[in-house]
Structures are given as C-alpha cells and as structure tokens.
C-alpha cells in the first residue's frame, strides 16, 4: 500500500480541516510512522502556480515535489519515493535528470518518478509559452523520452521538436539500474497509450474501481502491441 503524503498538497477539493492547521513537524512525524509500518511509496504532489480562477478548488499550498522528496529520503528508510505526478514538459529534460539522479542518489534507490502532461491550462501557458497547454501531450511524450535518456546515459543524445542537446554530461548517476521506474498518471485514452509506449507502471487519476479491471486490460494490448509484453505496475 503506498499514500499520499497529507498537509504537503491542501487542494480544497480533498483537504482535510486538521491539515490546514498541521506543522511542518507532524508531516514528517506521519511519514516516519508510515515508513515504520512498511508504507510501499510516499506520494508528493505537483504544482508551481495555480491561477486566480482555480484557488477556490485547489487552494494555493503546493509545496515543492523535488524539495519534499529531497527532505523525505534524509529521514525516511524504506518507503518508495513518488513524484505524484511532476508536470513533466515544464522541466527542461536536463534539469529533470539532474533532479531525480541526486533524489535516488541521496534515498539509496528508492524513487519512482510519477508524470504526467498536466491540467492547468494557465500554469502550463506561462511557465512553457503561449500555446503550450494545447501541445501538452506531444511536449509530455517528448518529454519522457528525453528524460529516459537522460537517466540512462551520462551524456545522452536527444533531437526532438521541443529540445535539443547532446554531449552534456549529468552526474551524480541515479542508484537504480538502468535508471528509476517511470510511472505515468491519467486515465484518458491518451493517457493509457502513454503507459503502454513509455511507462513502468501506472497512477490512474479518477478511475472508478468498476472501470479499472477494463483499463488494465486495455494497458497491457496497448503494450504488447507496442513493447511485445504485458507487464505492468499499478499505484
């Protein structure tokens, strides 16, 4: 079983009344009691800004998912790591690497890497340029299989529409071999193709527990026709 870590995402949507008033002290006392009780993963949330038209459902209060992860694997021994879910196109490739190389260097190999193309039409326009919501999914695909590189070669090569770079080297190396476990989160049509082409596993956002038999299934054709297997992790 894995969690979302609670107070570090207040979305007005699912917060609960005590995390609006709890401490930076008691998220880490729940993350210690969950790493204790043999929690499989530690999920932290993603957002830089939300727009005025959004606070009334999602609040404000997002703290940073790299920065999170980075304090959690100083105090947390053998519970996963998840980014649940970074926004991953509004990283360039290289900076993203950087970021989760040093997260599985410093938690001994213990991160997945959630992603996914985002929802926010406003956040994703003024951090990426105008245009760059309706592109989230072409930017999103481009950007998994930049970061994979990446993750995979000290100095990888990459020639896409949106980035271009090759013969930069990153270091320190991720612990995991050949790289962490990449997770894509969404449950639209779109997004099921994108696990099957790219993911190790999948964070279903919305799914109804009736319909989820259906989409796993749908996951692993989609797989086998574009990798010759059906293996799957599911969050």
Known sequence: WGMQLPIQSQSTLYVSEWEKRASVDEMAAIAVAADAAGCFYLGVCDHTAIPARLVDAMGSVWYHTIAMLGWLAGFTK???????????????????????????????????????????AEELDVLNGPGSFAQRGKRGDEAIEALMKCLEEEAATHEGSCWRFSGMHIGPRAVQEPRPPVWIGGSSPAALRRVAAYGDGWLPQGTPRSALYEQIQRIRELRHEFRNDAWLDIG
């Open 78 to 120: 053998r519970t996963r790591l998840l980014s649940h879910v970074v926004t991953l196109s509004q990283r360039h490739p290289l900076r993203a690497a950087k970021e989760f190389s040093t997260l599985d260097r410093l938690s001994h190999g213990r991160l997945v890497i959630g992603v996914g193309v985002g929802h926010v």
